[in-house]
């Protein structure tokens, strides 16, 4: 009898994908437990793992060998994905990760990348029959290693995609807009670390409360009136609300020259709004655009260099 051997337990790939996300309206409020509305975007992050002899992480041209014992050293990427392993009872191996976003412009990578692992390691696992967390939970823990005080709005739109409605603690809502939206993404400069703007943000707010305080509650009640504006259509009103979201986040101190910049210049070319979206201090701006002015924004952009992209494409 002829054995045809086919792939082995050893060599058997799994993947996992994920999305993007540009957030509408409520980063950093929503970091304190105020509502965020965030689009997950079709570019995202994939992952595929397979056993090995010993337990690696390769992003991109970077590879992250993990030693048994962690030391002081360890990059950060490596550290996230030990405690991404321990959620785990996963074998030794071997996971590559690739990125269809630019990385650290507050467009959600590194949120799409922890959930595109946790679930190629939940496939592999599984096929093992061996018990796996929720890629939610797997996801965050991944998350907060970079970020030390994640909401979970990344993570939440890694995982689910479309249009959501997030409260930090709670199961996300997904939306229905009452209208397609029609929103244009630019990279305006390299983004700073979340990790140090969210800290930023909190050591202004022990230092000033009532002010701080003030601008966040003032973010909720934008983007309470957001998900109304979503709902009906409404896309003049909620342009508005996230052009004042853009500059109660200036208040808040977490825009630069160039994001206030690329800003105005969308809603001087005709967008209905425009903010900066993430963690802010560089990064990326989103503006929403009726279908006539798409061409007009783009332009006006291009023509202060900036490239940008339609979203949730
Ligand atoms: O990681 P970024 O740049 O996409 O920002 C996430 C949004 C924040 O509200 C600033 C942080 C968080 O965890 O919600």
Same mark, same amino acid.
């Given at each position: 009898?002829?054995?045809?051997?086919?792939?082995?337990?050893?060599?058997?790939?799994?993947?996992?994908? !994920?999305?993007?996300?540009? =957030?509408?309206?409520?980063?950093?409020?929503?970091?304190?437990?105020? $509502?965020?509305?965030?689009?997950?975007?079709?570019?995202?992050?994939?992952?595929? *793992?397979?056993?090995?002899?010993?337990?690696?992480?390769?992003?991109?041209?970077?590879?992250?060998?993990?030693? +048994? %014992?962690?030391?002081? %050293?360890?990059?950060?990427? !490596?550290?996230?994905?030990?405690?991404?392993? #321990?959620?785990?009872?996963? +074998?030794?191996?071997?996971?590559?990760?690739?990125?269809?976003?630019?990385? &650290?412009?507050?467009?959600?990578?590194?949120?799409?990348?922890?959930?595109?692992?946790?679930?190629? =390691?939940?496939?592999?696992?599984?096929?093992?029959?061996?018990?796996?967390?929720?890629?939610?939970?797997?996801?965050?823990?991944?998350?907060?290693?970079?970020?030390?005080?994640?909401?979970?709005?990344?993570?939440?739109?890694?995982?689910?995609?479309?249009?959501?409605?997030?409260? /930090?603690?709670?199961?996300?809502?997904?939306?229905? +807009?009452?209208?397609?939206?029609?929103?244009?993404?630019?990279?305006?400069? #390299?983004?700073?670390?979340?990790?140090?703007?969210?800290?930023?943000?909190?050591?202004? /707010?022990?230092?000033?409360?009532?002010?701080?305080? &003030?601008?966040?509650?003032?973010?909720?009640?934008?983007?309470?009136?957001?998900?109304?504006?979503?709902?009906?259509?409404?896309?003049?009103?909620?342009? #508005?609300?996230?052009?004042?979201?853009?500059?109660?986040?200036?208040?808040?101190?977490?825009?630069? $020259?160039?994001?206030?910049?690329?800003?105005?210049?969308? %809603?001087?070319?005709?967008?209905?709004?425009?903010?900066?979206?993430?963690?802010?201090?560089?990064?990326? *701006?989103?503006?929403?655009?009726?279908?006539?002015?798409?061409?007009?924004?783009?332009?006006?952009?291009?023509? =202060?260099?900036?490239?940008?992209? $339609?979203?949730?494409?």
């Amino acid at each position: 009898m002829m054995v045809v051997s086919g792939p082995t337990s050893v060599s058997r790939r799994y993947h996992g994908h !994920a999305a993007g996300k540009v =957030i509408l309206l409520g980063e950093h409020a929503v970091v304190y437990g105020s $509502p965020a509305l965030v689009i997950g975007l079709d570019r995202g992050a994939s992952a595929e *793992v397979q056993l090995s002899e010993v337990t690696e992480l390769v992003l991109g041209d970077s590879r992250h060998l993990l030693e +048994p %014992e962690p030391s002081a %050293e360890e990059a950060l990427p !490596a550290r996230a994905f030990r405690a991404l392993l #321990q959620l785990f009872s996963a +074998p030794k191996l071997t996971a590559r990760a690739t990125l269809a976003l630019p990385a &650290g412009a507050g467009l959600g990578a590194s949120a799409a990348i922890g959930v595109a692992l946790a679930r190629a =390691i939940t496939e592999l696992s599984t096929a093992r029959g061996l018990a796996v967390p929720s890629v939610a939970s797997a996801a965050l823990t991944w998350e907060n290693v970079f970020h030390g005080n994640a909401s979970g709005v990344d993570t939440a739109a890694a995982e689910q995609g479309g249009c959501l409605w997030f409260r /930090r603690g709670q199961a996300p809502e997904r939306l229905a +807009p009452g209208r397609p939206l029609t929103l244009l993404i630019a990279q305006v400069e #390299q983004g700073a670390s979340t990790r140090r703007m969210v800290e930023g943000v909190a050591t202004q /707010r022990a230092a000033q409360p009532a002010r701080v305080d &003030g601008l966040l509650a003032d973010i909720a009640a934008l983007v309470e009136r957001a998900r109304v504006c979503l709902l009906a259509g409404e896309h003049g009103e909620l342009g #508005q609300l996230m052009s004042r979201n853009h500059h109660l986040l200036a208040e808040l101190g977490v825009s630069t $020259p160039a994001l206030d910049r690329a800003v105005s210049v969308a %809603e001087q070319a005709g967008a209905l709004g425009a903010k900066l979206t993430g963690a802010g201090g560089g990064g990326c *701006v989103v503006a929403l655009v009726d279908g006539a002015r798409r061409e007009t924004v783009r332009e006006a952009w291009r023509s =202060i260099s900036l490239s940008c992209w $339609p979203a949730p494409d």
